[in-house]
């Protein structure tokens, strides 16, 4: 693997369910290549970190795809927006925010948190430049906030998914299943290939909570839409929480704009 590295450059190289050995992560940081790594909580971030790994991945419990927990069995299930806070507060590394970010307004939270950066993924499972099928774009656009689950039944390892009958099935039996990645077997002859509607019950289909926040368009295009998204979303934060000139030593006061005629139609403080 670490030779497949060496021979296809890249510039940006991320690990995910653990690290690497202390060795391997020298060798890369020798060639001048940044290294990312995944943390689920503060004290796997801290690990992150001491292992020289230039940036850590903050992934939060709403991610899509596989849980990047270092022990599988140990999940604390933390949501992104205690997690963020908390990783940045431990780390003097930048953080990535990942999990259920899908939009500008996540991007503009995820900032204010202390990330500096976001991974975003199932938020370009629709795009045309995705490897999904026909009919797995149009699911995931068509998702609800309740529709996926976690579950090891596709590779062993715990894995955000979409629930359908197959999974929904499986899900009674996870502590049965054979240990990643030896469930990969198993679960490939499951899936069907031809992409019809039908086959999609059998299909083990990686996305996150924000599945159906996105529809079709190009990954260029979901990109511009973001930066703008984000542009728009700090402006009227900004705009909402400046005080305006006469009342410059306000304190905020939920509601005092309904509780107020003269404040009504002006939402500043
Ligand atoms: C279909 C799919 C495949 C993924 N594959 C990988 C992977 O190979 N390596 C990795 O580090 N993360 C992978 N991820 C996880 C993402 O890096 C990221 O943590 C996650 O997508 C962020 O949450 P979101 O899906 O809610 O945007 C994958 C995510 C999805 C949805």
Do not use: Y
Request: proline share 4%; aromatic share 6%.
């Amino acid at each position: 693997m670490l030779r497949l590295l060496f021979e296809l450059p890249p510039s940006v190289i991320s690990f995910h369910l653990g690290l690497p050995s202390l060795e391997m992560i020298a060798a890369l940081k020798e060639k001048g290549w940044c290294v990312l790594a995944t943390a689920t909580t503060v004290g796997e971030a801290r690990a992150v970190e001491a292992a020289g790994i230039d940036v850590v991945v903050a992934q939060g419990w709403e991610a899509g795809g596989h849980r990047g927990v270092f022990n599988a069995k140990l999940d604390a299930q933390i949501g992104l927006l205690s997690l963020v806070p908390q990783i940045v507060d431990a780390v003097s590394i930048p953080v990535i925010a990942a999990g259920g970010i899908a939009d500008g307004r996540g991007i503009a939270a995820a900032l204010a948190l202390g990330a500096s950066g976001v991974q975003l993924g199932t938020a370009f499972l629709s795009t045309k430049e995705s490897g999904a099928s026909d009919a797995a774009k149009s699911r995931v656009s068509t998702a609800k906030d309740t529709d996926t689950v976690v579950s090891r039944a596709f590779s062993g390892r715990p894995a955000r998914l979409l629930r359908n009958r197959v999974v929904d099935a499986l899900l009674p039996l996870d502590e049965e299943f054979l240990e990643f990645p030896r469930m990969l077997e198993v679960t490939r002859r499951l899936q069907s290939r031809n992409g019809s509607e039908t086959s999609l019950d059998f299909e083990f289909l990686l996305f996150g909570q924000s599945a159906g926040m996105r529809s079709a368009g190009s990954a260029p295009e979901l990109l511009n839409n973001l930066v703008h998204e984000t542009t728009e979303a700090v402006r009227d934060i900004v705009a909402e929480w400046t005080p305006s000139p006469s009342n410059a030593d306000a304190i905020p006061v939920m509601g005092a704009e309904c509780a107020s005629d003269e404040i009504a139609g002006d939402r500043r403080f």
